[in-house]
T-cell receptor, first 117, second 113 residues
Framework: GAVVSQHPSWVICKSGTSVKIECRSL??????MFWYRQFPKQSLMLMAT?????????EQGVEKDKFLINHASLTLSTLTVTSAHPEDSSFYIC?????????????FGPGTRLTVL | AQSVSQHNHHVILSEAASLELGCNYS??????LFWYVQYPGQHLQLLLK??????LVKGIKGFEAEFIKSKFSFNLRKPSVQWSDTAEYFC???????????FGTGTRLKVLA
């Protein structure tokens, strides 16, 4: 149980285009989803927290107009990287916290590798 | 600000050796503590967690961790590692009020067969 999926698993795009990444909780309802960014050989940095039906809360230094987060349902959150640039290339990971799972435990998706040319 | 330190960035062990990975955190209030593992090409998986109670926590795959409040530490241990334990290990703390995780920088473990 408590499986989180991400789509796509990798994406390559041209500079200036927008990319949408989906995060789904497959077998539980996720009241809160988190988006992280992981640089090579570094730790996960929390970008934002999203609760179903409300606006996402962004961490300091994260541009909310660049990283649009939508948590439209209890099983789906999306991260859109708008006008992507090469410096946005990274590994993006989502996690989810559920209503019926241990509420203090996050379950992680497999990540999406974004490469911006 | 909260922070998590993992002192060992790279660890190389032979099979059957004992493992201890250090994790220290700085936070003034009550925290929940976690160890996650990331096998090559896979997503983060929960190894074990501590919320309260017995400070010695047992997790999956023979791992355990001990919470020492006075030292703000939550070290991960395994008596005898296997080649399949080769992975990256992350310590994390969360604020029970916000549920946000703060991750350590990770420790890459390589176990030689």
């Amino acid at each position: 149980g408590a499986v989180v999926s991400q789509h796509p698993s990798w994406v390559i795009c041209k500079s200036g285009t927008s990319v949408k990444i989906e995060c789904r909780s497959l077998d539980f309802q996720a009241t809160t989803m988190f988006w992280y960014r992981q640089f090579p050989k570094q730790s996960l940095m929390l970008m934002a927290t999203s609760n179903e039906g409300s606006k996402a809360t962004y961490e300091q230094g994260v541009e909310k107009d660049k990283f649009l987060i939508n948590h439209a349902s209890l099983t789906l959150s999306t991260l859109t990287v708008t006008s992507a640039h090469p410096e946005d290339s990274s590994f993006y990971i989502c996690s989810a916290r559920g209503t019926y799972t241990s509420t203090d435990t996050q379950y992680f998706g497999p990540g999406t590798r974004l490469t911006v040319l | 600000a909260q922070s998590v330190s993992q002192h060992n960035h790279h660890v190389i062990l032979s099979e059957a050796a004992s493992l201890e990975l250090g994790c220290n955190y700085s936070y003034g209030g009550t925290v929940n503590l976690f160890w996650y593992v990331q096998y090559p090409g896979q997503h983060l998986q929960l190894l074990l967690k501590y919320f309260s109670g017995d400070p010695l926590v047992k997790g999956i795959k023979g791992f355990e961790a001990e919470f020492i409040k006075s030292k703000f530490s939550f070290n991960l241990r395994k008596p005898s590692v296997q080649w399949s334990d080769t992975a990256e290990y992350f310590c994390a703390v969360n604020d029970p009020g916000t549920y946000k995780y703060i991750f350590g920088t990770g420790t890459r473990l390589k176990v030689l067969a």
